[in-house]
């Protein structure tokens, strides 16, 4: 008997859930692609929740890569936003 699809609230707190779980085991393992045991373990859910969310580990890996661009602009535009003054420089055509 299989299992009922995930909803789409599940997938999306899985895949969540999956894509920290990678972040942390890259900042303690240091491995830019580590196995999918531990990530699973710190997940805290099934090999086959993994591939229900990912059908790859490619994919997932390019989930991480994605949320980690995002979370990098997301930094770098609120230190832009805090200090507007010195980046003018940095910008072709802005006075300063």
């Known amino acids: 008997m299989s299992r009922p699809p995930l909803s789409p609230e599940e997938t999306e707190e899985h895949s969540r859930r999956f894509i920290a779980a990678t972040f942390r085991v890259i900042a303690s393992t240091g491995e830019a692609s580590p196995s999918i045991r531990?990530?699973?373990?710190?997940?805290?859910?099934?090999?086959?929740?993994?591939?229900?969310?990912?059908?790859?580990?490619?994919?997932?890996?390019?989930?991480?890569?994605?949320?980690?661009?995002?979370?990098?602009?997301?930094?770098?535009?609120?230190?832009i936003a805090r200090r507007p003054h010195r980046t003018r420089r940095c910008v072709p055509g802005s006075p300063g």
């Open 38 to 79: 531990p990530i699973l373990t710190e997940a805290g859910l099934s090999r086959q929740a993994l591939y229900r969310c990912f059908p790859s580990k490619d994919d997932l890996m390019a989930a991480v890569l994605a949320e980690g661009r995002r979370l990098l602009a997301e930094y770098l535009e609120g230190r």
